[in-house]
């Protein structure tokens, strides 16, 4: 069975400060996905990456960043200088690397972004 | 329009009612979800299609049908609903079942009373 942990329900910080959302997942398959998606007020889950089991290279995106380490079964994500409009519910995915795949959500960390 | 389009967005119905709710896609997409999300519960995926072919049925109750007449639509039939059944249902789509890369619509939001 595949499970995402994501401990932190709710996190608010003040605009421009950085914050790390913490993903834990568990998963016997050697081959799988993990993501990360933003759910903004209006609903829709926005994707914002995926990463390949075999690939622990950590990514960079303009503010954001990503940490998979598989030794501790980790995806974190970082937002560095955060701003209002990053405010959402940001969700971690895991999905088994195979032909007929489904995504397994955690449930969520709320982030408040205060100006 | 672009993206996933569902509708209603906003849907209060009685127990005893019977109601659709609509997903629109034009991204040439082959493959269709349906989630439901709770309150205070992880996403919860409910029917995927691929190809227009039902392929998962995550153990939903018969209340909830789906139908998908075509690659760019997908629908929920809804009838004799709970109370508990209220929640936010997302639809989304995938270029395949595989991968992961979803793109979501903003959701009906239920209201069973």
């Known amino acids: 069975a595949q499970k995402v942990t994501q401990a932190q329900t709710e996190i608010s910080v003040v605009e421009k400060e950085d914050v790390t959302l913490d993903c834990v997942y568990e998963t016997r398959d050697t081959t799988y996905y993990l993501f990360w998606y933003k759910q903004p007020p209006s609903g829709e889950l926005v994707f914002l990456i995926r990463?390949?089991?075999?690939?622990?290279q950590n990514e960079i995106s303009g503010r954001y960043s990503w940490n998979f380490q598989k030794s501790t079964s980790s995806f974190n994500f970082t937002i560095t200088a955060s701003q209002v409009v990053d405010s959402a519910v940001y969700f971690c995915?895991?999905?088994?690397?195979?032909?007929?795949?489904?995504?397994?959500f955690g449930r969520g960390t709320q982030l408040t972004v205060w100006p | 329009e672009t993206g996933v389009t569902q509708t209603p967005r906003h849907l209060v119905m009685g127990m005893t009612n019977k109601k659709s709710l609509k997903c629109e896609q034009h991204?040439?997409?082959?493959?269709m979800y349906w989630y439901k999300q709770s309150a205070k519960k992880p996403l919860e995926l409910m029917f995927v299609y691929s190809l227009e072919e039902r392929v998962e049925n995550n153990s939903v109750p018969s209340r909830f049908s789906p139908e998908c007449p075509n690659s760019s639509h997908l629908f929920l039939h809804l009838h004799t609903l709970q109370p508990e059944d209220s929640a936010l249902y997302l639809c989304?789509?995938?270029?395949?079942?595989?991968?992961?890369?979803?793109?979501f619509g903003s959701g009906t939001r239920l209201t069973v009373v």
């Open positions: 991204l040439g997409h082959n493959a």
């Open positions: 990463r390949n089991s075999f690939d622990e």
């Open positions: 995915a895991i999905d088994r690397g195979s032909t007929l795949g489904r995504l397994y």
């Open positions: 989304a789509s995938s270029q395949d079942v595989s991968g992961g890369v979803y793109t």
